[in-house]
């Protein structure tokens, strides 16, 4: 899975490299190309939807950011996702966010 969205996130990627920079506004937004940025993005869209996310999520958000991105164009790249797409991106399929476990069954 993780395959998957690395290729997603190529993708979104190399069709927005060319408007990259480090740090820009969007609408009223400030994106920064951190996993701090990523972090807020994924939360903040969750919280519009009205998902209830867990006190943990943010922290596990940040692991898992550092383990899949890898420099901070991807970084801008997931921060510019509209909502449906930075939480489609993240929690794929299984509509789990990071550091939620998997269901037994």
Do not use: N, W
Not at 5 to 25: D, E, K, N
Not at 45 to 61: I, Q
């Amino acid at each position: 899975m993780r395959v998957a969205l690395a290729i997603l996130l190529g993708l979104v990627f190399a069709a927005q490299s060319s408007c990259f920079r480090q740090s820009y506004s969007s609408g009223f937004r400030t994106i920064h190309g951190t996993c701090e940025g990523v972090c807020d993005h994924y939360l903040a869209c969750k919280a519009e939807r009205g998902d209830e996310v867990p006190d943990a999520t943010r922290g596990a958000c940040q692991v898992e950011c550092r383990e899949i991105f890898s420099g901070p164009e991807a970084l801008v790249a997931f921060e510019r996702l509209s909502c449906d797409d930075a939480i489609a991106f993240v929690e794929g399929s299984s509509g789990r966010g990071p550091g939620q476990p998997q269901p037994h069954g």
